[in-house]
């Protein structure tokens, strides 16, 4: 297995743009947990200079609508992601196992719900 | 709709692959950022929901005309955060677009450049209050047609751009036919001021849609990798048969003569736009496109130092943090 490709996305030129390059802000991924007790949850992205300015602009792009009430932000970056080409490889070992189902057991209906 | 006309790309990759790739698309399952694609699928991707972006941030031209002119405090409140909203659904989608290894900065150059384009419909002016009721209820109404579907696209994280969105979207719709209702019901003269800007804004709507894609190669082949769900004739047509009811619940007319319920197809026959209006609107020559581009361009240098300074204080905290550790 290859080591993890940095960040979620393919880094990939662009195809249509010809402009020059110049210090753009960094990408950060946005995670935000609901009220009801659920784990932070990927919403999105968006650009900030630092990680203050983007939790200050996550809270106007993906909070308008009291979605959240803790938000985490970290550079797009940093996210090391597995590659889309092993999951073959990756997931398989868990593909014949399926005793680890409840639903691999039969138990009889006289015993009652489990 | 806030994607016209996008040209598909042709792509030339492996038979076999795109076989595998096309199979995919069919059995519902999406096609997510790192895995392959099509460069064609790719392009195209970029060149759709980039409109679609541009479009979202141009629209916040015509609204925006009217915060400081809002009626009543409350109005202006409400129309404040939908032009926020937009704001926010430019946002999600640049996000999308960027997933396809193009970025936010270089699609605003190709807006500002002109090599992109934006909705035709916001080069159309805002000239009465009634018009942020009629962009509210045609406009948002026409884009909500589009993109419930879209919800359902092939690409994941435009799937789910558009799953925000479209919930947003609603509040758009009801906000503008909440205007419509207060005028409609209101003095003769604010009536008229509803009734013209149906008038205004009734086949610019319709536009949105685009031309008629029955015999289009390149809608046939953004519809077989699910990038559009629907002919652009279905829904328009989708967009009459849900408006008309709603411009005669406000005793507004919709300016048509030929309008007629048709009930062997279950639908109104209606006219079609002046296309040579919409072509030259695209060209450039509608009534605001030069005022859009150039407020959009002016945004974008007049904020540049804004951009600048910020990223310079970020490294400024960032080299003094490293100096502590």
């Not at chain 1, 680890?100 to 489990?114: E, K, Q, S």
């Not at chain 2, 795109?18 to 069919?26: N, T, V």
């Not at chain 2, 895995?35 to 409109?51: A, N, S, V």
């Not at chain 2, 007629?260 to 060209?283: H, I, M, R, S, T």
Request: negative net charge; contains cysteine.
């Amino acid at each position: 297995m290859s080591s993890p490709a940095p960040g979620p996305y393919a880094k990939t030129a662009a195809p249509e743009g010809d402009a020059p390059k110049r210090a753009e802000w960094p990408l950060w991924e946005i995670f935000i947990r609901g009220q009801h007790g659920l784990s932070h949850r990927h919403v999105g992205s968006l650009h900030a200079p630092d990680a203050e300015k983007a939790i200050l602009n996550a809270r106007d792009v993906y909070t308008r609508r009291n979605e959240g009430v803790s938000i985490w932000v970290v550079e797009s970056a940093a996210i090391a992601a597995s590659s889309p080409d092993e999951k073959g490889p990756l997931y398989e070992p868990a593909n014949d196992k399926v005793y680890r189902h409840p639903t691999f057991f039969d138990i009889p209906d006289d015993v009652g719900a489990m | 709709m806030y994607a016209q006309m996008i040209r598909s790309e042709a792509t030339q990759d492996d038979p076999e692959r795109l076989a595998a790739f096309q199979a995919r698309i069919d059995a519902g399952e999406k096609i997510e950022p790192k895995e392959w694609m099509p460069e064609g699928y790719r392009k195209t991707l970029i060149r759709q929901i980039g409109q679609h972006a541009h479009s979202e941030i141009v629209g916040q031209l015509p609204e925006g005309n009217w915060i400081t002119r809002a009626p009543t405090l409350e109005r202006k409140a409400i129309l404040l955060a939908k032009v926020q909203d937009e704001a926010g659904h430019g946002l999600y989608l640049y996000c999308a677009a960027e997933t396809l290894g193009v970025s936010r900065d270089e699609l605003f150059e190709m807006l500002n450049s002109g090599k992109m384009k934006y909705s035709s419909i916001f080069n159309y002016p805002t000239l009465t209050w009634a018009d942020m009721g009629a962009v509210g209820w045609l406009v948002d109404g026409a884009a909500i047609m589009n993109q419930v579907p879209l919800q359902r696209t092939s690409y994941g994280p435009y799937a789910r751009a558009m799953v925000r969105i479209c919930k947003e979207e609603s509040f758009h719709q009801r906000q503008g036919f909440d205007i419509m209702m207060k005028m409609a019901n209101g003095t003769p003269a604010q009536k008229r001021m509803a009734q013209d800007a149906l008038d205004r804004f009734w086949y610019p709507s319709l536009m949105m849609f685009g031309p008629s894609d029955k015999d289009s190669v390149h809608s046939a082949q953004s519809m077989a990798w699910k990038i559009k769900m629907n002919t652009n004739d279905e829904l328009r047509q989708k967009f009459v048969d849900q408006t008309v009811p709603q411009a005669e619940y406000l005793g507004l007319t919709v300016p048509d003569d030929t309008l007629a319920w048709n009930a062997e197809k279950g639908g109104y026959d209606f006219a079609q736009p002046d296309w040579d209006e919409f072509y030259d609107v695209l060209k450039g020559n509608g009534p605001c496109n030069a005022d859009r581009l150039e407020a959009r361009r002016t945004a974008w240098d007049e904020g540049a130092w804004v951009r600048e300074g910020m990223l310079a204080h970020a490294e400024k905290k960032r080299a003094a943090r490293m100096a502590a550790e």
